[in-house]
């Protein structure tokens, strides 16, 4: 949907000749392409000739609202709006969407945006103080959105345009056209804009399958798709080839969707794709994915201990032989090693530490010598690397990237998953280097119905190889995919835990929670924030809003009463054994437990994969955390078993 000065100067000439009971007929083609651009968002109609329109009924409802707004002084008239002001577009349908879920609450970065559109207002209430909110006239807009859905017409000119512009996401300047191109796209919602300044676009979920089908098909009429084809391949698809008659046949076979046996070509494939999107509304949540710097470092440690294991079948990456390889390497460099310890260890001994940390990183010639600087007193500070590198295997494991084996004789080691071996691929391929959760989510947030990438998440994405030339690289596809395809095992770290106290259901955003902590700890809050949203427990919003997702509010709730300083109380082996826990057990669903006899924890133990030792600590955590009674998992411990069902559904 799309309304600039031009469409509603349209909807208004329209309602003015239908009050005189006519049609509003437009001769000149130029002056008609508003109108057909209005036609297409399903806000008008057409009468018996391409010259005459009429008002659908949401167009009715919109002009109303329009009218209602300019009666009231919260609008001016269109006739002296800025040429090029968009009343409404993709980005302000996205500004709604982005305030509607976090309790209506606007955000500094969009506010002005919204105010100058009449859509929002200052307001005093006792949870905001002083803030600005969504208005009526916004939710009225977004249901008239919501429930109008727009025609699909695509021309031989338009088509070509679709096949020869970039997907994105990428800079407007990107998209260049001679006619109103954009304007068609953006009225068929294929096209995204960002918020709040439209500088970067993107074809969305429907745009995208509506190109790879436009790829692979012909070009024999003027008519590439249009809503006829569209139900013509429903009846096709619904009843089968022999349902259709003899002309219908031909005529989908000149489109190549089929070929002559009736079988289903590419383009037919991908064309059923976009009706499978505009029947079902098949959009996704927008998904993302995050490595550090010492994640990918231990998965390159794990490789390289592997590659001995096969000289010397003794050798195995467990995490002894993972601090082995940490110490031998190379960090000799401050930015190397600051690179790979520096938030860990603020996030361990506090922003007051941050001076001394600079000075001890500077002195550093080893991480042996880094650790022994802060954790000197007997071994501990080996204690402390250890912790360290299993809280970056506790990450690894829960985006599915190694996993734990048991090797002949008993011993614990980790090895990459096939997911695993391709991350580490791309890393060696494309440079060892962090992907971060914005950059990822520049090109997953396509697969919503609303957005576009805000400037910010594009030009990280840049940075990390993930976009490139207006369009997702192999790199940026392949962790896109990774945010949707791996089983996620729910992992909450210390300071990731300090954090989900802090953020609320709903109604905060990032600087909000920055207000939380001492202004030296923004890179670590930052940091925090996008693991737990590649985690699938909170949302960034494009406006810079935050959200818990509803997997994230089971395990706020779940870990409500677990103490801020329990480091990695919630793993995915303690996941483990509370699903082999729960598999053993009975559950009461009126005391909301699970009871285990002591008789079944052999077979618990077997269920979860682990070796007896292991099993014993993760239940252990799981006690102290409070997940686990003596023989029963409580509540909190099914809340997490939820959770994770949902992160996975």
Not at 15 to 27: D, F, M, W
Not at 130 to 159: G, W
Request: hydrophobic fraction near 40%; charged fraction near 30%; glycine fraction near 6%.
């Amino acid at each position: 949907m799309l309304i600039k000065k031009e469409h509603a100067i349209a909807l208004y000439n329209v309602l003015g000749e239908e009050n005189k009971g006519a049609h509003c007929q437009i001769a000149i083609h130029s002056e008609r392409l508003p109108y057909i651009e209005l036609d297409l968002a399903n806000l008008l109609e057409m009468g018996s000739s391409k010259v005459e329109y009429r008002l659908s009924y949401w167009g009715r409802n919109l002009i109303h609202l329009l009218d209602e707004m300019v009666q009231k002084g919260v609008l001016d008239i269109p006739a002296n709006w800025k040429e090029g002001f968009r009343w409404v577009g993709s980005e302000v349908i996205a500004m709604i969407e982005a305030s509607r879920v976090n309790d209506d609450k606007v955000g500094e970065k969009i506010a002005e945006a919204l105010l100058s559109r009449g859509f929002a207002q200052k307001v005093r209430d006792e949870h905001c103080k002083e803030c600005v909110k969504l208005n009526e006239y916004a939710h009225k807009l977004y249901e008239i959105y919501h429930r109008s859905h727009p025609k699909l017409e695509i021309d031989q000119s338009l088509a070509n345009f679709i096949v020869s512009m970039p997907e994105g996401p990428a800079e407007k300047n990107a998209l260049v056209f001679d006619g109103r191109e954009a304007e068609l796209l953006e009225s068929m919602r294929l096209l995204s804009f960002s918020m709040p300044e439209t500088e970067i676009f993107t074809l969305n979920r429907l745009g995208l399958a509506l190109k790879q089908a436009i790829t692979h098909m012909a070009y024999p009429y003027d008519a590439v798709v249009s809503e006829n084809y569209l139900h013509l391949l429903a009846l096709y698809l619904d009843e089968g080839f022999d349902a259709l008659s003899e002309s219908e046949k031909a005529l989908l076979e000149s489109l190549a969707l089929v070929d002559a046996q009736g079988s289903l070509l590419p383009g037919g494939e991908a064309l059923e794709e976009v009706l499978h999107i505009l029947r079902e509304e098949a959009y996704l949540p927008s998904r993302t994915f995050n490595l550090e710097a010492l994640d990918v470092e231990i998965l390159k440690g794990i490789v390289e201990v592997m590659k001995r294991h096969d000289s010397n079948p003794e050798v195995l990456p467990t995490p002894d032989e993972i601090r082995h390889y940490l110490l031998d390497l190379p960090l000799k460099e401050y930015k190397a090693l600051k690179e790979h310890y520096g938030r860990r260890l603020n996030e361990d001994l506090g922003y007051q530490k941050k001076e001394e940390l600079k000075k001890k990183f500077a002195e550093a010639l080893s991480v042996e010598e880094l650790f022994k600087g802060f954790y000197e007193k007997g071994n501990h500070w080996q204690e402390k690397l250890m912790d360290v590198i299993e809280e970056s295997l506790f990450t690894l494991k829960s985006f599915s990237l190694v996993e734990a084996r048991i090797s002949e004789k008993g011993k614990l080691y980790y090895d990459l998953t096939p997911e695993g071996r391709m991350v580490y691929e791309d890393q060696q391929s494309k440079g060892f280097r962090e992907i971060s959760a914005p950059a990822v989510k520049a090109i997953t947030i396509r697969e919503s119905r609303y957005g576009a990438p805000n400037y910010e998440w594009v030009e990280a994405a840049k940075a990390e190889h993930l976009v490139g030339g207006g369009a997702a690289t192999h790199s940026g596809k392949l962790y896109a995919d990774l945010a949707y395809t791996v089983e996620r095992k729910p992992h909450v770290t210390r300071f990731e835990l300090i954090l989900l106290h802090k953020i609320p259901e709903v109604g905060s955003f990032v600087e909000d929670l920055y207000q939380e902590f001492d202004e030296t700890m923004r890179e670590e809050v930052r940091y925090g924030l996008n693991k737990l949203e590649a985690r699938g427990f909170v949302e960034q919003l494009p406006n810079d809003g935050l959200v818990l997702t509803e997997a994230g509010a089971l395990i706020k709730k779940a870990l409500s009463g677990t103490p801020e300083s329990f480091g990695n109380a919630l793993n995915p082996l303690v996941v483990r054994v509370l699903e082999a826990l729960h598999e053993v057990g009975n559950l009461y669903v009126k005391e909301r437990k699970v009871r285990i006899l002591p008789k079944n924890i052999k077979e618990a133990i077997e269920l979860s994969g682990l070796d007896p030792e292991t099993f014993d600590k993760a239940l252990t955590v799981a006690r102290n955390a409070r997940f686990v009674g003596h023989t029963s998992i409580n509540e909190a411990g099914l809340q997490i078993l939820e959770a994770y069902e949902l992160l996975n559904r």
